[in-house]
């Protein structure tokens, strides 16, 4: 599986950008996918992934409903979309996919295979 991100770019606090995660290859289905993010300086977090088949929903705890993920397989595609963006959103945004993966290790990065090359969101003040 190749993973392209794309949709990132600066936004003023409070907005909203929605990023975009573009797969090829064979099998998507059967891939979890997720957005990471890294700050300059800090490690990489988890932000969100949406699991294969049931496509159960998972959320990192700073997102506090403010992001939702979805997927759409004939597409191939996953979506992240940001809303109520502050300054401290800032950061490269990473889409990955792991294939088959259980449910305790979906904010896990060493579980995932494949990675997209990542687009800088800009959350200005």
């Known amino acids: 599986v190749q993973l392209q991100a794309s949709g990132g770019g600066l936004v003023q606090a409070g907005g909203s950008r929605r990023l975009s995660c573009s797969a090829s290859?064979?099998?998507?289905?059967?891939?979890?996918v997720a957005w990471f993010r890294q700050a300059p300086g800090k490690a990489r977090e988890f932000v969100s992934a949406?699991?294969?088949?049931?496509?159960?929903?998972y959320y990192g705890d700073f997102v506090k409903g403010r992001f939702t993920i979805s997927r759409d397989n004939d597409k191939k595609m996953v979506y992240l979309q940001m809303n109520a963006l502050e300054p401290e959103d800032t950061a490269v945004y990473y889409c990955?996919?792991?294939?088959?993966?259980?449910?305790?290790?979906?904010?896990?990065?060493?579980?995932?295979?494949?990675w997209g090359q990542g687009t800088q969101v800009t959350v200005s003040s």
């Open positions: 990955a996919a792991g294939s088959f993966l259980h449910d305790h290790d979906n904010g896990a990065d060493q579980y995932y295979n494949f």
């Open positions: 290859g064979r099998f998507f289905i059967n891939y979890t």
């Open positions: 949406v699991k294969y088949g049931v496509g159960t929903l």
